[in-house]
């Protein structure tokens, strides 16, 4: 019932920032919690940050909750990542991600997950 299109991603030198964007197609998008994932080679995918149906419940995981911010518009149907003080350990191919029901940091629950974008961080 959504599609999710993800942009933003690119390469920036270490303490800088991106904002990542992931753009939903559909009519129910606003039901939704949206979650944030991301892949470095050789590694699992690993939970970011989750927000819900209202942006009134965030979580985060340890390593970026000072640093990263996920907010989103239902009115434009997109949810975003700032992401600011990047360090090369955050390089990985970043995923946004939906459901319906609660926040969540586990990947199987989600439903729908967009194509990917690159985030690399030199030092």
């Known amino acids: 019932q959504v599609q999710l299109v993800e942009s933003g991603g690119g390469s920036v030198q270490a303490g800088g920032s991106l904002r990542l964007s992931c753009a939903a197609s559909?009519?129910?998008?606003?039901?939704?919690?949206m979650g944030w994932f991301r892949q470095a080679p050789g590694k699992e995918r690993e939970f970011v940050a989750t927000?819900?149906?209202?942006?009134?419940?965030?979580y985060y995981t340890d390593s970026v909750k000072a640093r990263f911010t996920i907010s989103r518009d239902n009115a434009k149907n997109t949810v975003y990542l700032q992401m600011n003080s990047l360090k090369p350990e955050d390089t990985a191919v970043y995923y946004c991600a939906a459901r319906r029901g609660a926040t969540s940091s586990a990947a199987f629950e989600y439903t729908h997950w967009g194509q990917g974008t690159q985030v690399t961080v030199s030092s």
């Open positions: 559909g009519r129910t998008f606003s039901t939704y919690t």
């Open positions: 927000i819900n149906w209202s942006g009134g419940t965030t």
